[in-house]
């Protein structure tokens, strides 16, 4: 079994910055890379950004991209969001997930095996 820990949440300032890590754990597993989803409340989750196992390649949400940075330390297992800019929009509990079908898209939650428990984010004044 493979677990994912998220960490970093909590409140922030409009405009203000969290980083977010997610440490990996358990029996190794072939994954094709580490997205972060968000599911604000009586929304659906979302792909917020996602890393592949090398670092090759990247994704960002149209909504984070030039404000928020995916990276990964595999020698930690960790990855990380950085999440500059916040805006009050940027509300939710945050997810990170294991990425283990290679069929689906980077968007599609069913292609994530493996889900953190969520670490809640709030931006407000």
């Known amino acids: 079994q493979v677990q994912l820990v998220e960490s970093g949440g909590g409140l922030a300032q409009p405009g203000g910055s969290l980083r977010l890590s997610c440490a990996a754990s358990g029996r190794t597993v072939r994954a094709y890379g580490t997205g972060w989803f968000r599911q604000a409340p009586g929304k659906e989750r979302e792909i917020v950004a996602y890393v592949t196992r090398r670092s090759n390649a990247t994704f960002y949400s149209d909504s984070v991209k030039g404000r928020f940075t995916i990276s990964r330390e595999n020698a930690k297992n960790t990855v990380y969001l950085q999440m500059n800019s916040l805006k009050p929009e940027d509300t939710a509990v945050y997810y990170c997930?294991?990425?283990?079908?290679?069929?689906?898209?980077?968007?599609?939650?069913?292609?994530?095996?493996?889900w953190g428990q969520g670490t809640q984010v709030t931006v407000s004044s």
């Open positions: 997930a294991t990425k283990t079908k290679a069929s689906a898209t980077v968007l599609d939650t069913a292609a994530y095996e493996y």
